[in-house]
């Protein structure tokens, strides 16, 4: 009922930046919470930024400063702007969302395939 795909991923040299962007998609749900989690080689996926239906927003302490997330509500997307990107950033990034899906608005989590982000010294 809910689909996320991302966008936007690839190679940039560290101090750059990129534009990761996630669409839902499907038929009969509403989005409440979205995010981006990420997860490196050897690591546990980790959430990097969250952001509420109202706006508010959170994000893990090693991103403050040079991460931002955003969504438009209408088209149902999240939006990770990153810059003065690190080596250390490297990970496969996945957008989740909660949403409610059905006539009885049950509540589930979704999460797109992953886009790659590669950050070079």
């Known amino acids: 009922q809910v689909q996320l795909v991302e966008s936007g991923g690839g190679l940039v040299q560290a101090g750059g930046s990129l534009r990761l962007s996630c669409a839902a998609s499907g038929s009969e749900f509403s989005i409440e919470t979205m995010g981006w989690y990420r997860q490196g080689s050897g690591n546990e996926r980790e959430l990097v930024a969250l952001?509420?239906?109202?706006?508010?927003?959170h994000y893990t302490d090693s991103v403050k400063g040079r991460f931002t997330i955003s969504r438009d509500n209408a088209k149902n997307s999240v939006y990770l702007q990153m810059n003065s990107l690190k080596p250390e950033d490297t990970a496969v990034y996945y957008c989740n969302a909660e949403a409610q899906v059905g006539v009885f608005r049950r509540n589930i989590k979704a999460w797109g395939q992953g886009t790659l982000v590669t950050v070079s010294s």
């Open positions: 952001i509420d239906s109202d706006g508010t927003t």
